[in-house]
């Protein structure tokens, strides 16, 4: 299976620090998606990073991917109350998207 | 921006009724996705379909059906609910016919309760 795996399954921290996230997968891969969804509702796409890259950065977000260790990490620098919500990842490839279980950010004030 | 809708954000069913989950893109893409999210499981495909009337199983298409009989909407079906399929339902789009790996844009969720 290409079904990345995050990295921690929940998460806890003060307001201003910063987040990592991390996903794992087992094969090959087209391009690796982040997403991010608030409680109850749908998922919003982040960032896309295709396999040929290394860095991406959006905002306060940044994705890295290593293709030999097959994972990626979310960075969200200076976190905000307003970033709590699930993270997934989805890696595709060919014709299919998987995506992971996710990380539960929690902000503290 | 692209505006999924779904239906219904909360909906109340029976065991044995036939359910009609209703999803409508207004972007023209070509290509839609019913995913179930459950605990610990993550987001699970049923069915998607890259054109009008096409569809294609997803990873667990049992006791669903799907229907695209016009491009911008996309329904799933629960022939005979039961217990196992209470879950949250997401729908999604993306342009480019077949192209799977294009960043997806979901609807805000049907939180399904079968009793």
């Known amino acids: 299976s290409q079904q990345g795996e995050e990295d921690p399954q929940a998460l806890s921290i003060q307001e201003g620090e910063n987040a990592t996230m991390n996903c794992s997968y087992k094969?090959?891969?087209?391009?690796l998606q982040w997403y991010r969804q608030n409680s109850g509702r749908g998922l919003v796409h982040l960032i896309l990073?295709?396999?040929?890259?290394r860095e991406k950065h959006s905002g306060r977000l940044r994705v890295t991917l290593d293709t030999s260790k097959k994972s990626s990490s979310l960075l969200i620098t200076a976190s905000r109350a307003a970033d709590t919500a699930s993270y997934f990842c989805?890696?595709?490839?060919?014709?299919?998207?998987?995506f992971g279980k996710g990380t539960r950010l929690h902000i503290l004030p | 921006d692209v505006k999924v809708t779904q239906s219904s954000r909360y909906l109340v069913k029976r065991t044995g009724e036939k359910v009609f989950l209703e999803c409508v893109q207004d972007?023209?893409?070509?290509?839609m996705f019913w995913y179930r999210q459950d605990p610990g499981l993550g987001l699970r495909l049923i069915y998607f379909?890259?054109?009008?009337?096409?569809?294609e199983k997803g990873d667990i298409p049992e006791g669903y059906s799907v229907s695209r009989e016009k491009k911008e909407r996309f329904s799933l079906i629960l022939e005979s609910a039961s217990t196992n399929q209470t879950s949250m339902y997401l729908c999604?789009?993306?342009?480019?016919?077949?192209?799977?790996?294009?960043?997806?844009?979901f609807g805000d969720g049907t939180r399904l309760s079968i009793l």
């Open positions: 989805a890696t595709s490839r060919d014709d299919k998207i998987i």
């Open positions: 094969t090959s891969i087209n391009n």
């Open positions: 990073i295709r396999s040929n890259e």
């Open positions: 972007m023209d893409h070509e290509n």
């Open positions: 379909s890259y054109d009008v009337k096409m569809k």
């Open positions: 999604a789009s993306t342009p480019g016919q077949g192209v799977i790996g294009q960043p997806q844009h």
